[in-house]
């Protein structure tokens, strides 16, 4: 069974710094192979994409997290991660990993003073 489950959210003052991690298991070929995403969904929107990195270790971002939010990959953890910094109170959403279709549970980041 493929499982991504999300982690490292929490509530954090604007200006501040999370970061979220992803552990995937279960994939039918290696975690390497596959494009990785992050999306997100603030309270009573829809999902937004913000962040993917592919095969080769390219990124790409959403115009509204580029050059504050960072995407990396472990592969021999088989784990995604986000580096959240400079936080808005208008990052406040549940954050998934996602492959293709596939999500995670999500977790929760709050952006509040």
């Known amino acids: 069974e493929v499982q991504l489950v999300e982690s490292g959210g929490g509530l954090v003052q604007p200006g501040g710094s999370l970061r979220l991690s992803c552990a995937a298991s279960?994939?039918?070929?290696?975690?390497?192979?596959?494009?990785m995403s992050w999306v997100r969904q603030a309270p009573g929107k829809g999902l937004e994409w913000v962040s993917s990195i592919d095969t080769i270790f390219s990124t790409t971002y959403a115009d509204s997290v580029r050059g504050r939010f960072t995407i990396s990959r472990d592969n021999a953890k088989n784990t995604l991660y986000l580096q959240l910094n400079s936080l808005k109170t208008e990052d406040t959403a549940m954050y998934f990993c996602?492959?293709?279709?596939?999500r995670g549970q999500g977790t929760q980041v709050t952006v509040s003073s």
């Open positions: 279960g994939f039918p070929l290696p975690f390497s192979m596959y494009t």
């Open positions: 996602a492959e293709d279709t596939l």
